[in-house]
Structure formats: C-alpha cells, structure tokens
C-alpha cells in the first residue's frame, strides 16, 4: 500500500491501465509533454511514448469525436477535459453520439470512452472553473456518470470506468485533489495521507461502478451525498450533533437505489446535498427515487442542501459553497420536524 | 455621407420562376489540370483547390493526367451500381409516397459521388457518410433488402426499430452507423483513422460532409485534428450546392471555393468534377496513396447538383427553379459514363436498357422479400420490449425495471382485448 492523494491515485490508474491494456490511450489538452493542468497525467507520455498519451488542439469537441472514432477502432481512450466547465463543446458528441451508437447500432458498434473532467469549486476559478455539471450528463441515457470522494474510489472507480464496455463521464471533485476539504476554507488543509482512504495500493483493483458506498453508520437521519461534499456532511454532521448516517453515492448513474433507500427506510429522515445548483439538479432525482421507496417510512420532508441557483461567483464563493453551516441547520431542521 | 457597414445577405442566381444561372461555377476543360505526385507538398499543389479536376470532355473521352485508365469491365460495374443506386432511390421514394416508409432521401445526381469512392477504396477502409451516400453500400455488395427493411422498421430492421429510414450501418462491410445530427461523422472518422496509424495498420478513413453542414464546428475538429496528427483520412464535402433551402452561399461558397480550405488548415484541397465518375475515382484513389503513405489527409471538393428534393419532406419547388436541375452545367453522372462507355464501344443505348429493366426487377424482387418481414404500418415489427437493449452493453437494473412494466401493461391490454365486452347494465 502506497499514500496517494488523488491526483497520484488517477496518475497510478491511467499507469496501471496503460501498463496492462495496449489498446489504452489517453489524450486532452496538455496533458502530454507537460501532465496536464492538474498534474493527473504526469510523467505518463514519458513513459508510454506521444503515440499513447497524446496532446490535442484546444477543441473538446474535436477531443470528443475523435475517442469516439478512436474506441469504434477497437482503442480504449481517455479523453480529459482540462475543466468540466469546457465540456460544452464537446456535449453534441457525448449525448447525440457516445451515448447513443450502441444504440442506434443495434449493438454493431460502440466506444468504450471514458472521459475524466475535474469539477467543483472553492479554488476561486470563478462561474467558468468551478462548475459541478453533473446533472446534465445523468439524464444522458447511455452514459455512466461517476464522482470519487476519495484517492482510494478514485482510482477503483477510474480502473472500473476505463475497463467497461460503456461510456463513463468521470467527475474529479478538484477542491480535493490534495486533501478532504471539510468545508471551512480558513483552517490549515489537511493532506490526504493522514486520511484512511489516502492508502492505496499500487497495482491493479476495481471499485464498482454501480455501488454507493455507506461512509459513516447512524441511526437518526440518511445524507445522500458525493464528492466534496461527503467531507462537508462529515464535519456538518460534528456540528449538528446529530447522529447521522452518510451514504457515498460514487456513482450517479447507474444509481444503487437500494443501498440509500434500505438506509433512508431504516432512519427515517433523509438530507440531500450537492455543490451543484439546486433547480433540476441530481438532488432532485434522488428525493424522488427516496419518496417512492421510503414514503411511509419517512418521519420528516426530505430536503436539498446545495449550491444556490446563480453561476458561481468569484468573490462569493464561501457564501455560494453549501458548507458545513447550512447543512447542520438542515439536519436540524429534519430532526425537529414530526 | 459616413461610411457605414452593410449586413450582406447571401442570395442565390435564381428563385422559383427565374432563369436556372450557374455561372458561378467555376469549371476546368477536361484534362486541363496537372496531376501532382502524392508526395507533393500542400503549397505547391494549392491549384488544385481553385480549378476543376475533370476527366470527361465534352465528346465523351477520357483525356489529361487524372484518366485513372480503368478497364471498360469495371467502369461497366460502375454504370450499374450507379443506375441500381437511382433505380433503388426512385423505388424508395414512390413507396414512401404510397405510405408505406415514413421518410427517405434520394441521390439522385449525386450517384457518381459514393460509387466511384467506394470502388477507388479498399474493402477494409472504414467509411463515415452522411445520408446522402447509399451508393456506398451498393459498391460494397449489400443485400438491398436489408436497406429496405431498415427502412420498413420491420422485423429484420438491422437498426431493431431504432432509426429513422435511411440510417443504415453496416459492421462487416466497414460501414459506420448513420447520424441525424449532421457533421458529427466527420471528426469521428479523423478519430478512427488516427487510431488505424496508432496501430500501424494501412486501413485508412473516408468520410462525406455536405457543404452545408460544413458550417459545424464538427468540420473544424476533423480539419484541424486530421491536420495536426497527419491522419490517414480522406474528407470529403460533397457540395451539391443546396442544404434543404440555402443555396451554397449560406455555407461560406461565395468567397472561396470549399476545396481552398484543405490549404487553410495545411492539406491538399482538391476540387473535383462530382459528376464525373473518372475525375471522382481519380481524385480519391490519389488521396488514399497520399494517405496510405503517411501523406496525411486530403479535403476533396466534389462539385454536384442535388437533383431531387432534400428529402421526402421536402419540397424544392417553393425555393427554386422546379427545372433548375437541368440547366446544371456538369450534366449527369449516369448519362456521362454511358455515354463514355458507348464512344468505348464498350456500351449501346440496348443493352443500357436490359440492365435498367434487369436492375429494376431486382429492386421489386428486394421489395417483395422485404415486405414479407413486416412494414411499419402493419407489422409485423419487432418486439417492443428490445427497445430497452443496447442502450448499455448489459442492461442496469433501472432498465429492467422499466422494460418489466411494459411488458406488465402489455400483457394487461392483451387480456383485456381478448375479454369479451362487459354487458350494457340496464336501468331497472
């Protein structure tokens, strides 16, 4: 077992795929010669030769379509988005094409593409960094969608997308690329190695997608949450000291119906939380896939703790972020009600 | 009075009612324009982009240095994959008026296009068209029934029901699947061949675009990344002049030819006769040497004339002159290489015509074959419940969920139909 935080940890899963799969190629912006923005893809081009870790044209719609020729050729590519915010280009490809040829092929063909893309604020990248587009893609049939909170999923989860046979939009949280963010941007960051799934082993392992993942066990209420904000729910929960129960979603699509409800049926009450604005938003689907199966075990309404409708402000970004505060007062609230 | 800028709207030559005028094409006599080794560098072949490779004169010979010298037994398959691509549209089309597709979209004119590319390739280049490329799956040897009941939806649809008519695939005959959503083939393709020299495979891509979907930023992707990679791939912009209503101007045609943006991006541009099956066989089997030899990618203008409708739901009359076709200055494909192939002595207007009844009874024997698996209308049709396969490679539990519940809703209409109707309860 190695420490990794969770650049070091998708660095070691692109190493190890690219090592054991030939038809494995990676390709984005900068992220040849240099590493990439983020450092994700460091030192791989040096390793593996421009043939299998190439830089490309800043166009993400071109970067797209041609994983998507690339995987129809029997390749397995990963595409990087330098910022999730920049996929929009590429989004006609994703949903009117990757998502659909196996589809519209009857099966005859397909691109086994996955796409990883850095997403979420509170590094002051502004409306056009800091964006949590994941809600989009979910609604996207034939495309997974996953989101890591940890180096440990990360590099399972990233492994597990690379391997299947479907298209992935793979989500990074980037505010915790280096370290579990608890929420309060003013203490001192903490670093991933003192943290328990900051270990990580070196070679090859898989965390499925497909399967949420229970974070803390409790008894009086259920957070459904993913990504960053798994750590936040973690220190709100401190805050509010409530006795709460904290479900790692880790991917949104396929969801595991059964892991959040079987938790929401036992507690009885139920918090939704994403970075993510609010209207329309992944929340949404699960407070309705919750009252569906949880309706006569709920105590309390079901509520959303997350990023207020409004693009992401640059000089607001704590008063924007759905931190530690605003989700402790809505574990209150559910506690109180009933 | 202070200078003031002017929103320039393009117009076309002529409307409904007006003179046909093509006098903006610009075209090269037959045989005019030099053939450059594969091996040429772009700057110094960017002629090629501006004039009009043309290998058919006016008196029906073969002249110049793009003659790809073919034998008179293969142009005489060419004649009749071409005349069995037009005969299969018309067919298709009066069906489709008699109610019994929903929609289709003819070649007509086009024809030389995708058969003389799908000849000059190799079976094993994957091909990425646009609808309007059907001849391609006639040069590959495709059972037409199987184009046929992909547009019936019908039980042996290879598309399961999925797709509008006309979106063929075809996985063996290295055909790839059909896009409603335009331009998106085209850096795909550039994809899938830079896959090919990833592999060090001598596979290379051939990809079609229309002028008018050349407006998509798709055509960028492809240009540029074929372009900085140096892909084995040929692009091709079939500009036919009109994109359902907006003539070619719309697109960007009234400045430059769409050829001259080969040499924009750093690629040969070259702009061809489209209508004539030679000069098009000429041109891409340069570009697949140039291609097949680490030459890197070739954009290849073919000038043409959409001689029917965009498509079924179309109506040319109400933007055009409804005679326009005839006035087109590049004649037709069919006509010119039957012509060709008679002044050969290779051809005569009789045996012309036992092909054409030969080829037009092979359309009806397709038909009948394929109507016997079902039409849309009255079956029968696939299982409805297939409609929740392929969306994933193994179907996620939410989908069986779902397919579950119709199946349930099917299996209660059913019994519902079969039960006798309840008496009419009478007032006491």
């Known amino acids: ?338 | 009075m202070t200078p003031r800028s002017r929103l320039h709207v393009p117009a076309p030559p002529a409307r409904p009612g007006q003179e046909p005028d093509f006098s903006y094409v610009q075209i090269s006599p037959a045989g005019a324009v030099n053939r450059p080794d594969v091996t040429a560098s772009v700057r110094d072949i960017e002629n090629l982009a501006l004039e009009m490779v043309r290998v058919l004169d006016d008196e029906h010979r073969a002249v110049g240095p793009w003659d790809p010298h073919l034998e008179a037994s293969e142009l005489q398959v060419a004649l009749r994959h071409m005349l069995l691509t037009r005969l299969f549209d018309d067919r298709m089309q009066k069906i489709q008026r008699q109610g019994r597709i929903s929609f289709y979209i003819k070649s007509t004119g086009e024809e030389a296009v995708a058969v003389a590319q799908g000849m000059a390739l190799q079976p094993g280049d994957m091909l990425f068209p646009s609808y309007r490329q059907q001849g391609l799956h006639v040069v590959r040897g495709r059972n037409l029934v199987e184009l046929m009941c992909q547009c019936l939806s019908n039980t042996h649809d290879m598309c399961k029901g999925r797709q509008m008519p006309i979106m063929y695939h075809w996985g063996s005959g290295n055909i790839f699947t059909i896009s409603g959503n335009l331009a998106t083939q085209f850096p795909q393709a550039v994809g899938w061949a830079m896959a090919a020299a990833i592999k060090g495979e001598d596979r290379i891509a051939a990809t079609w675009i229309g002028e008018g979907s050349s407006a998509e930023a798709d055509f960028h992707y492809a240009m540029t990344f074929a372009a900085v990679y140096q892909a084995p791939v040929i692009l091709n912009l079939v500009n036919n002049q009109w994109a359902i209503s907006t003539f070619q101007g719309f697109a960007g045609g009234e400045h430059k030819t769409f050829a001259q943006r080969g040499p924009g991006y750093g690629m040969p541009g070259i702009r061809v006769d489209g209508n004539d099956f030679l000069a098009v066989y000429a041109v891409t089997q340069w570009a697949a040497q140039r291609a097949r030899q680490s030459g890197g990618p070739t954009l290849i203008e073919h000038v043409t004339y959409r001689a029917a409708a965009h498509s079924t739901s179309d109506d040319p009359a109400r933007y055009r002159p409804k005679e326009e076709w005839r006035a087109w200055p590049l004649g037709d494909p069919i006509t010119r290489l039957k012509q060709h192939l008679i002044a050969l002595g290779e051809w005569s207007e009789e045996r012309h015509g036992r092909l054409e009844k030969e080829l037009e009874a092979h359309v009806t024997a397709c038909w009948k074959e394929a109507e016997s698996y079902g039409t849309l209308s009255s079956g029968p049709t696939l299982d409805p419940l297939t409609m929740f396969e392929d969306v994933f490679k193994e179907m996620p539990s939410n989908l069986v969920r779902q397919r579950e519940e119709l199946r349930a809703l099917r299996s209660a209409t059913a019994a519902e139909r079969q039960q006798p109707a309840p008496p009419v309860a009478k007032k006491g």
């Open chain 1, 1 to 338: 077992m190695a420490r990794m935080n969770m650049v070091q940890a998708l660095n070691s899963a692109m190493d190890v795929m690219l090592e054991r799969d030939p038809r494995v190629v990676i390709l984005g912006e900068d992220v040849g010669f240099f590493g990439g923005v983020f450092r994700v893809t460091d030192g791989l081009q040096r390793k593996y030769g421009e043939h299998r870790v190439l830089d490309t044209p800043i166009a993400e719609g071109g970067i797209i379509a041609a994983a998507i020729g690339m995987g129809v050729n029997g390749l397995k590519p990963v595409a990087e988005i330098q910022f999730a915010d920049y996929i929009y280009p590429g989004f006609d490809q994703v949903v009117s094409e990757l998502a659909r040829l196996r589809y519209r092929s009857a099966g005859e063909f397909f691109a086994p593409v996955t796409i990883r893309t850095p997403c979420g604020g509170g590094i002051r990248g502004g409306q056009t960094h800091s964006q949590s587009p994941e809600s989009i893609f979910t609604h996207v049939c034939g495309i997974k969608v996953v989101m890591p909170s940890n180096p440990y999923d990360a590099k399972g989860l990233l492994i597990s997308s690379i391997e299947d046979e479907d298209p992935v939009v793979f989500f990074e949280p980037k505010r915790i690329y280096n370290g579990p963010f608890d929420g309060d941007p003013h203490k001192p960051a903490v670093p991933w190695s003192a943290h328990p799934r900051g270990e990580v082993p070196d070679g090859h392992y898989r965390v499925p997608i497909g399967r949420a993942e229970l974070v803390r066990e409790g008894k009086d209420v259920s957070v459904l949450t993913y990504g960053t904000m798994v750590h936040v729910a973690e220190a709100a929960v401190r805050l509010a000291g409530v006795d709460a129960e904290i479900i790692d979603v880790r991917t949104m699509a396929p969801l595991d119906v059964d892991t959040l409800c079987t938790s929401v049926c036992k507690t009885g009450r139920c918090v939704v939380v994403h970075e993510a604005t609010r209207f329309s938003g992944y929340g949404a689907e699960l407070v309705a896939t919750v009252q569906e199966q949880c309706f006569w075990n709920l105590e309390a309404p079901v509520l959303r703790v997350t990023g207020w409708d409004t693009p992401y402000p640059h000089a607001f970004e704590w008063e924007y972020f759905p931190g530690p505060a605003r989700i402790a007062a809505a574990l209150k609230q559910v506690m109180e009600a009933a």
